[in-house]
């Protein structure tokens, strides 16, 4: 692998030229063979056996981790091991699951070949340009232009909450870590793009599930009864609006409801109800506080129709919540590569990202990588079994890995 350099304007390292068109193919090729073959969280072992084939040909020591998928690798160390207590590292993390929905595309000469099986969040992306990235990196390394060593982390899982990180950073991949960097696809952003945002750049997610029980009846008597059906009805109305009154308005704390299920006939009134849903927040504060305030008006409303009500609250992710040096350093690397009308203000998702767990532990930042076709202003949306991304987004996301892993060195 041939990389030419140039030097870096702001802040006196070399960075490496354009990506070899040879690596490029590589990466494309690898990232469809990763579509065509997607896998759901925890049960990613070719995914791995891919990543871990590719990284030991580098002549990389890959590990995977204790719970048997996914793989965590350091570059930068003479020997070929892991960190030994020197100097902190960067992480670059990519998430490798698939997601259990089917691949909808119709003319796509790799779309996947597992039934209801799909790669429909990028994930196969984001693996693709962190492998990339470690590429790079163990050439720079091999020839003596790696000022510091850089971690890879290729996490499983992040669909199933709470989100694979919390086993791998139970793993210790952030052992010796003092910053760590990912990219999420974002269809809204033209490739060749990326979009940042200081401090909060996702919102929460949380699960919830309500149960409602009481005595049922003919509907001809309802006051004989507790009308479940209509209590359902009201905990799906109004508990929302009255978790939105509890807080404050600018922490965007939402119960919305997927799944609503009671009765088998039209003229029984039933003896249980469940509904089923998602908690999102945009604010770290609030979040820690919605489990108390989602049960009281559960409770409270649930009373009202002299219904007994069972919650199950499963907390999720909190926000991720993007540290400011971090993320300027994000910005410093895509100026450097593309320019800076190569980045773009981002607006805070409410979409969750289990990122957020490693951000508990040290600074980071997330970038959303644009995947869209520059032009094309179609409205597209991730977790839809038609998503696709524009390949040339695996070379910027390259690019924009290898650039900061570089200018990171020089602000140590």
Not at 15 to 26: D, I, T, V
Not at 60 to 65: A, C, E, G, K, T
Not at 324 to 347: F, P
Request: aromatic residues 4%; contains cysteine; glycine residues 10%.
């Amino acid at each position: 692998m041939s990389l030419d350099s140039e030097a870096d304007p702001s802040g006196g390292a070399v960075l490496p030229g354009a990506l070899p068109e040879a690596l490029h193919a590589e990466l494309v090729a690898f990232r469809r063979d990763l579509h065509m073959h997607p896998e759901l969280g925890n049960q990613e072992f070719r995914t791995t056996a891919a990543i871990k084939a590719r990284l030991e040909r580098a002549g990389l020591r890959p590990r995977v981790l204790d719970t048997g998928t996914g793989l965590v690798c350091d570059i930068g160390f003479d020997d070929g091991g892991e960190w030994n207590g020197g100097r902190s590292m960067l992480a670059l993390r990519a998430d490798i699951d698939a997601l259990p929905i089917p691949d909808t595309k119709t003319d796509c000469a790799y779309r996947s070949t597992v039934p209801d099986r799909a790669h429909a969040c990028g994930h196969d992306v984001h693996t693709t340009v962190v492998l990339g990235a470690g590429l790079v990196l163990a050439e720079l390394h091999r020839t003596g232009r790696l000022p510091q060593p850089v971690r890879l982390i290729f996490q499983p899982a992040e669909e199933i909450l709470p989100g694979g990180a919390a086993d791998a950073i139970g793993s210790g991949v952030l052992k010796g870590v003092g910053r760590i960097l990912a990219v999420h696809c974002d269809p809204k952003v033209d490739a060749g793009r990326i979009g940042l945002r200081h401090g909060p750049i996702t919102s929460a997610c949380d699960r919830l599930e309500v149960s409602l029980d009481g005595a049922g009846g003919h509907t001809a008597r309802p006051h004989l009864t507790t009308d479940l059906v209509t209590a359902a009805a009201r905990v799906a109305t109004d508990v929302p609006a009255l978790v939105a009154r509890r807080v404050d308005a600018r922490s965007g704390l939402a119960v919305t409801w997927g799944r609503i299920e009671s009765g088998h006939a039209c003229n029984v009134i039933p003896q249980h109800a469940e509904l089923s849903g998602t908690v999102r927040c945009l604010d770290l504060d609030a979040w820690r506080r919605a489990p108390d305030v989602i049960h009281a008006a559960v409770d409270e409303i649930a009373g009202l129709h002299r219904a007994k009500s069972e919650i199950t609250y499963v907390r999720g992710v909190p926000p991720v919540v993007n540290d400011g040096v971090v993320t300027e350093l994000l910005r410093d690397a895509m100026t450097v590569r593309r320019g800076a009308e190569s980045v773009e203000d981002t607006e805070q998702s409410l979409g969750g990202e289990d990122f957020s767990w490693y951000l508990e532990h040290v600074p980071g930042a997330l970038a959303r990588l644009g995947v869209r076709p520059p032009g094309d202003r179609t409205t597209r949306d991730l977790h839809r079994g038609d998503f696709d991304a524009d390949e040339s987004a695996i070379t910027t996301g390259v690019e924009l890995f290898t650039a900061a892993a570089l200018l990171d060195a020089t602000r140590q």
